[in-house]
């Protein structure tokens, strides 16, 4: 097996980076995202990192850096699989959103228990959920919490909760290299909301899933990942192409109504989210984005600008996306990485 030494490679400070960029045309400043993007994964200790950019519905670049498998030295890639982990969370809103609030199915003032008794809150309503919020309007990240949200959804729907995400947005968007689930094994009850064909299909992706790893002082060995059964907070496998389909069917109104795609991005009062997602304001640009975490794994950033159609995807295969950062809290500036995106293309 090897054992992945990371090479440090000196990064400059983001003044001078923007400095450059204001100092160049003013091109869509993706060569130079590019180079510092590289520069930052290795810093990080990240053996592998896939990477998109979409703009005006368009995905505009991807690439991936270092390796999704370092023993078998394969380069990570665009279509590289990762597991989502919370950015789940912005897949299942919008089919909440979409199947059961415009559907008129649900309200979202409605107390979550009317659609899941086993919810133990008992006036905790449905956006307060969404929002990560208690029902006096605390916020308080918690995806074990946010996962009673998958009975609420087969509920309203009267549908079943991985065929809705495989049908509603894997399927409808062509998300070919996207699996609903890793939990497919013998017995589980995923497994039999699905044929054989797709059985066999979605296996064949989940065997080229980026291996995860851990890094200590500097070195990456491979990590073992307990892969967590789908649910509305987590589960969901994909690629950065195939996300980029799904932001790009986020912004042309394909999922969800304009109204309802403004209600979700918008902060729910003091919480430093909407409908799914963070929403915060960085140089007064409105940032909506997501986050996803498996110390010792894996970990995913998704950020928008909604005003100018922009978006970043990553995922790695470590947990040097978010693992130094207290992205929980609600402000994604504390990211190197977001700064990075940010400092570049809101200039």
Not at 144 to 160: D, K, M, P, W
Not at 296 to 304: G, V
Request: proline letters at 4%.
């Amino acid at each position: 097996m090897r054992t992945l030494k990371i090479l440090i490679v000196p990064l400059l400070p983001l003044a001078v980076m923007a400095t450059q960029v204001r100092a160049q045309s003013q091109s869509f400043p993706v060569a130079l995202f590019e180079r510092y993007l590289e520069s930052l994964r290795q810093q990080a200790g990240i053996p592998g990192l896939s990477a998109a950019i979409t703009r005006n519905g368009q995905l505009v670049w991807d690439n991936g850096f270092g390796y999704q498998d370092v023993d078998a030295l394969e380069r990570a890639t665009g279509d590289t699989p990762y597991p989502l982990l919370d950015l789940t969370q912005t897949l299942s809103s919008t089919v909440l959103l979409q199947q059961c609030m415009e559907q008129r199915y649900l309200d979202l003032s409605d107390r979550v228990r009317r659609w899941n008794s086993e919810f133990n809150e008992d006036n905790t309503t449905v956006a307060q959920l969404l929002s990560h919020a208690g029902a006096s309007g605390n916020f308080q990240y918690n995806s074990g919490r946010y996962a009673a949200l998958t009975e609420v959804i087969a509920q309203c729907s009267s549908g079943r909760y991985a065929r809705l995400i495989t049908e509603e947005i894997l399927n409808r968007l062509g998300m070919a290299n996207s699996v609903p689930s890793h939990d497919l094994a013998d017995g589980t009850p995923t497994r039999h909301q699905f044929t054989n064909n797709e059985r066999d299909r979605y296996n064949a992706i989940l065997r080229r899933v980026a291996v995860p790893y851990k890094v200590t002082a500097g070195r990456a060995t491979r990590s073992d990942y307990a892969r967590p059964a789908l649910s509305a907070a987590t589960g969901i496998v994909s690629t950065v192409r195939d996300l980029a389909r799904f932001d790009a069917a986020l912004d042309d109104d394909i999922l969800l109504e304009a109204d309802t795609r403004r209600r979700a991005w918008e902060a729910a009062g003091a919480a430093p989210t909407g409908l799914g997602w963070f929403v915060q304001q960085y140089n007064g640009e409105r940032i909506v984005w997501h986050f996803g975490l498996a110390r010792d794994a894996y970990s995913a950033l998704y950020i928008k600008v909604p005003s100018r159609k922009l978006t970043l995807i990553l995922l790695a295969n470590s947990d040097g996306l978010a693992a130094p950062y207290t992205l929980a809290n609600g402000d994604v500036s504390v990211s190197l990485f977001a700064q990075l995106f940010l400092k570049l293309f809101l200039t």
